[in-house]
């Protein structure tokens, strides 16, 4: 099973481009199983509430499918790179500030392309 930490702009490329998850996330990394920080599911529950009942952000099948993991006080991208950095996990994001992070600190993304697919950009 491959874990994949997901930050809410990320989860949220996903479900806006209507791909089927699990077939996508399985041809990266396998059968996927999500890693979710408190902080990410509180961002992802104030973008729901604003949304109309038809663009559901799927709330219910992230929580089935997530570990969600105790975090430390900071900042959400703090915590996100930190726990991807410590775990050795790929980052699920489109946030492009927090992806040049990553590169930096070696930590592979998952990125969506085009609203069409997902990439696993890999570290430098």
Known sequence: MGDVLIDACGWVALIDAGLNI???LSSIVGPPH???LPSVLDELTTIQEKRSLRNTLMLELL???STLVEEESGHTDDLLLNHAQKNEIP???VDANLK???FESSV???EVMNRKKLRLVTSL
Do not use: K
């Open 91 to 93: 980052l699920l994001t």
């Open 63 to 65: 929580l089935q499918r």
């Open 22 to 24: 699990d077939s996508a």
């Open 100 to 102: 040049r992070r990553c």
């Open 108 to 110: 592979d993304v998952i």
């Open 34 to 36: 999500f890693i979710l």
